[in-house]
């Protein structure tokens, strides 16, 4: 693919390994680079600085004076906030997502424990099944799951929304890829030493596998407070309302509401993860790079 | 032979798979029952065998929502990776603490709830005061509508689904970045390779497996669709799809069968077909993904 001739053009101490500069001096490369750059980061973040900009301008204002390019009026956006803490039932879905992503969590460890450490009969098949439904397409369960959650009288109920989700192969398959890497001598040892098999599970495997468990849980919770579709059609019941489904209400086309006060219930739909995010960065970022790298 | 050592195995794996076989396997049985059933929830189920599959191939919106996928799909899904792969070589380019800054912000849209993405985009797309018409109107275009003009309905979701999509797959491949040895760029540039051809030659062929899997699943996801084109256009199970129905999905209109139709029966149908649909794709990817491998 080279050509020997070129090879003198090449200074051979250009940059370190790994890296796509050839000259460390300033180029037309690296001016480009840093221009496209600076313009994506104005994309991917724009979007949310102009809500938050929204929130913090008087109400009314006409963006031919004020285009809402920076927050204008901090008064103003947390009048808002707190007129729609005071008027709306944002606090009680503020509680029920939390819940539901809280208990979405648990689950699940128990038999990440046993299908990554031990072999008994049946053990291939029951892997194999739980694997597959990772191919399945949520389309074809959902219906069916409401149905079944209807017999069983947990519409309009935190059961409702939440026990359905528990069976998440996604969270087992992860759990059970860093399980396999435990230490098994420890393990024999501790069982040499008297330890139940419930107690090697408790305070050897739940301890050892405590970063998994928090980037799982992590990664839980941010999926089930953007769950959508879900709550939509398994709570209907504006007691139990979802923050996905408030947001759902003050954007219906009849709820003639202002631009305003839909971008402040947006804003304090998106603090949650994005203070999440901003605390547990690196964490987030690399439990998805792993689920990719390793699916 | 199922000896009495194993029943500890069996009562840890007990509560999951319990779940698992409740919510997961019995609704997929139960749901290929009801396919075959003229249901509504209230009344009598009525045997009708292969009508409801009939039914929906021959109906309107059935041919509506699948155009409307497949336009959106060969769209989306080359774009998005294309633009998560660009974002990557990008930050994969900077060194220590930028490169670190650059990832971060890349990846705040996929901290945001789908849900909320579409709703703050809705108002970004909005005539006359939203930001994108703002930004028009400054250079002297007039005020396009967006999300109610059938010509560029599609574009805005593909946007919003970039926006949203791209830093989840930029860290994906950014992980599969780092596991390319730096030697092997090195050994480029000494042969004289650009820039352009380490990037075909050598990061492309190594990232295989990893753009493998996010092309599969980009797919998988994009299929699916529901979240944001349901909040763009305003849905709620009385009217759905926005004008001319040219933001109809077919999970869209699969859930607008089952909970704003009633028709249970057609629903379960329809989640069977769109499965169908999905493992024929991947089956294809697959088949293709490992002739590539072979040479």
């Given at each position: 693919?080279?050509?020997?001739?070129?090879?003198?053009?090449?200074?051979?101490?250009?940059?370190?390994?790994?890296?796509?500069?050839?000259?460390?001096?300033?180029?037309?490369?690296?001016?480009?680079?840093?221009?496209?750059?600076?313009?994506?980061?104005?994309?991917?973040?724009?979007?949310?600085?102009?809500?938050?900009?929204?929130?913090?301008?008087?109400?009314g204002e006409p963006v031919s004076i004020n285009p809402r390019l920076y927050p204008t009026s901090l008064a103003a956006?947390?009048?808002?906030?707190?007129?729609?803490?005071?008027?709306?039932?944002?606090?009680?879905?503020?509680?029920?997502?939390?819940?539901?992503?809280?208990?979405?969590?648990?689950?699940?460890?128990?038999?990440?424990?046993?299908?990554?450490?031990?072999?008994?009969?049946?053990?291939?098949?029951?892997?194999?099944?739980?694997?597959?439904?990772?191919?399945?397409?949520?389309?074809?369960?959902?219906?069916?799951?409401?149905?079944?959650?209807?017999?069983l009288g947990w519409l309009n109920t935190m059961q409702g929304l939440v026990v359905p989700g528990l069976a998440s192969?996604?969270?087992?398959?992860?759990?059970?890829?860093?399980?396999?890497?435990?230490?098994?001598?420890?393990?024999?040892?501790?069982?040499?030493?008297?330890?139940?098999?419930?107690?090697?599970?408790?305070?050897?495997?739940?301890?050892?596998?405590?970063?998994?468990?928090?980037?799982?849980?992590?990664?839980?919770?941010?999926?089930?407070?953007?769950?959508?579709?879900?709550?939509?059609?398994?709570?209907?019941?504006?007691?139990?309302?979802?923050?996905?489904?408030?947001?759902?209400?003050?954007?219906?086309?009849?709820?003639?509401?202002?631009?305003?006060?839909?971008?402040?219930?947006?804003?304090?739909?998106?603090?949650?993860?994005?203070?999440?995010?901003?605390?547990?960065?690196?964490?987030?970022?690399?439990?998805?790079?792993?689920?990719?790298?390793?699916? | 032979?199922?000896?009495?050592?194993?029943?500890?195995?069996?009562?840890?794996?007990?509560?999951?798979?319990?779940?698992?076989?409740?919510?997961?396997?019995?609704?997929?049985?139960?749901?290929?029952?009801?396919?075959?059933?003229?249901?509504?929830?209230?009344?009598?189920?009525?045997?009708?065998?292969?009508?409801?599959?009939?039914?929906?191939?021959?109906?309107?919106?059935?041919?509506?929502?699948?155009?409307?996928?497949?336009?959106?799909?060969?769209?989306?899904?080359?774009?998005?990776?294309?633009?998560?792969?660009?974002?990557?070589?990008?930050?994969?380019?900077?060194?220590?603490?930028?490169?670190?800054?650059?990832?971060?912000?890349?990846?705040?849209?996929?901290?945001?709830?789908?849900?909320?993405?579409?709703?703050?985009?809705?108002?970004?797309?909005?005539?006359?005061?939203?930001?994108?018409?703002?930004?028009?109107?400054?250079?002297?275009?007039?005020?396009?509508?967006?999300?109610?003009?059938?010509?560029?309905?599609?574009?805005?979701?593909?946007?919003?689904?970039?926006?949203?999509?791209?830093?989840?797959?930029?860290?994906?491949?950014?992980?599969?970045?780092?596991?390319?040895?730096?030697?092997?760029?090195?050994?480029?540039?000494?042969?004289?390779?650009?820039?352009?051809?380490?990037?075909?030659?050598?990061?492309?062929?190594?990232?295989?497996?990893?753009?493998?899997?996010?092309?599969?699943?980009?797919?998988?996801?994009?299929?699916?669709?529901?979240?944001?084109?349901?909040?763009?256009?305003?849905?709620?199970?009385?009217?759905?799809?926005?004008?001319?129905?040219?933001?109809?999905?077919?999970?869209?209109?699969?859930?607008?069968?089952?909970?704003?139709?009633?028709h249970f029966g057609q629903a379960s149908a329809y989640g069977f077909i769109l499965t169908m649909v999905i493992v024929?794709?991947?089956?294809?990817?697959?088949?293709?993904?490992?002739?590539?491998?072979?040479?």
């Open positions: 693919m080279s050509d020997a001739s070129v090879i003198t053009n090449v200074e051979p101490t250009a940059a370190p390994s790994g890296s796509f500069v050839r000259r460390p001096a300033l180029s037309v490369w690296t001016i480009l680079k840093w221009a496209i750059a600076l313009w994506a980061v104005v994309v991917a973040v724009f979007p949310i600085w102009w809500m938050i900009n929204v929130v913090f301008a008087q109400s956006g947390f009048e808002k906030i707190r007129m729609i803490l005071a008027e709306t039932d944002y606090l009680r879905a503020y509680y029920v997502s939390l819940a539901y992503s809280l208990l979405t969590i648990a689950g699940g460890s128990m038999a990440a424990f046993e299908f990554a450490l031990f072999e008994f009969p049946g053990k291939r098949l029951m892997f194999a099944v739980v694997m597959v439904s990772l191919m399945v397409p949520t389309a074809v369960t959902i219906v069916p799951t409401y149905l079944l959650t209807a017999k192969a996604f969270g087992l398959f992860m759990l059970i890829q860093f399980m396999r890497t435990l230490p098994r001598e420890m393990l024999e040892a501790a069982r040499l030493d008297g330890a139940t098999h419930f107690q090697l599970y408790l305070y050897f495997a739940l301890p050892l596998s405590r970063n998994a468990l928090v980037t799982l849980a992590i990664l839980t919770f941010m999926r089930t407070w953007g769950n959508f579709a879900w709550p939509l059609i398994v709570a209907p019941n504006p007691e139990i309302y979802t923050v996905g489904q408030v947001v759902g209400l003050f954007n219906a086309p009849l709820s003639h509401q202002t631009v305003d006060v839909v971008m402040t219930a947006n804003l304090l739909a998106a603090l949650p993860p994005l203070i999440f995010f901003l605390i547990f960065q690196r964490k987030i970022v690399e439990g998805i790079a792993m689920s990719g790298s390793k699916g | 032979m199922i000896g009495r050592k194993h029943i500890p195995h069996y009562a840890m794996v007990l509560p999951f798979m319990a779940l698992f076989a409740t919510f997961f396997l019995y609704p997929i049985a139960s749901g290929l029952y009801y396919s075959f059933f003229d249901w509504n929830a209230s009344s009598r189920a009525r045997f009708v065998g292969f009508d409801n599959y009939q039914h929906i191939v021959a109906s309107r919106d059935f041919h509506d929502a699948m155009i409307n996928l497949a336009a959106y799909v060969s769209i989306t899904v080359p774009l998005g990776i294309t633009v998560a792969f660009g974002l990557a070589l990008l930050v994969d380019s900077f060194k220590g603490v930028w490169a670190h800054f650059f990832r971060t912000i890349f990846f705040v849209p996929v901290v945001l709830p789908a849900f909320l993405a579409a709703t703050i985009w809705r108002w970004i797309y909005a005539p006359n005061f939203g930001l994108l018409n703002m930004i028009l109107g400054w250079m002297g275009v007039p005020s396009v509508s967006f999300l109610n003009n059938t010509g560029t309905m599609l574009y805005a979701l593909i946007a919003v689904d970039v926006w949203v999509s791209a830093g989840f797959n930029m860290v994906i491949i950014l992980a599969g970045l780092k596991n390319i040895p730096g030697h092997y760029y090195e050994a480029a540039r000494l042969d004289g390779a650009t820039k352009l051809q380490q990037v075909i030659y050598i990061t492309i062929p190594m990232l295989y497996p990893v753009l493998f899997f996010v092309v599969t699943y980009g797919f998988i996801s994009a299929l699916q669709v529901f979240d944001i084109p349901w909040l763009l256009t305003g849905s709620s199970f009385a009217a759905y799809g926005g004008r001319q129905r040219a933001l109809l999905f077919p999970v869209m209109d699969m859930m607008g069968r089952g909970f704003g139709g009633l024929l794709i991947t089956a294809g990817l697959f088949a293709f993904g490992r002739g590539r491998f072979a040479q």
